[in-house]
């Protein structure tokens, strides 16, 4: 079965950096899409970045342009997104999800499968 699971949460201090891996399992990874999305209590789910299956293609919410990296290894099925410059607005619960096709795209409805997050913290 499907299986994300995401890692590489957790404190940093402003201005801090954290990188977060999501190693997918279950379906063939570099065939389809994948995304960043992140989630406050009471807010709606915000998408940050997502990269195609090939990774030629990727986009970010415009607060994180500049600051974070999302990229990707197929031969290891993982995803990774690199944050830098870290601010307490990015405190979150950060999701890694699996789209339906090959591009990434930014509709829940366009994703099957969804991992249980990683929660960061930006705080002094």
């Known amino acids: 079965q499907v299986q994300l699971v995401e890692s590489g949460g957790g404190l940093a201090q402003p201005g801090g950096s954290l990188r977060l891996s999501c190693a997918a399992s279950?379906?063939?990874?570099?065939?389809?899409?994948m995304a960043w999305a992140r989630q406050v209590p009471g807010k709606e789910l915000e998408w940050v970045s997502g990269?195609?299956?090939?990774?030629?293609?990727?986009y970010y919410t415009d607060s994180v342009k500049g600051r974070f990296t999302i990229s990707r290894d197929n031969a290891k099925n993982t995803v990774y997104l690199q944050m830098k410059s870290l601010k307490p607005e990015d405190t979150a619960l950060y999701l890694c999800?699996?789209?339906?096709?090959?591009?990434?795209?930014?509709?829940?409805?366009?994703?099957?499968?969804w991992g249980q997050g990683t929660q960061v913290t930006v705080s002094a």
């Open positions: 990269i195609r299956s090939d990774g030629t293609d990727t």
């Open positions: 999800a699996k789209s339906i096709f090959l591009r990434a795209t930014r509709e829940v409805y366009e994703y099957s499968h």
């Open positions: 279950g379906f063939t990874f570099s065939n389809y899409g």
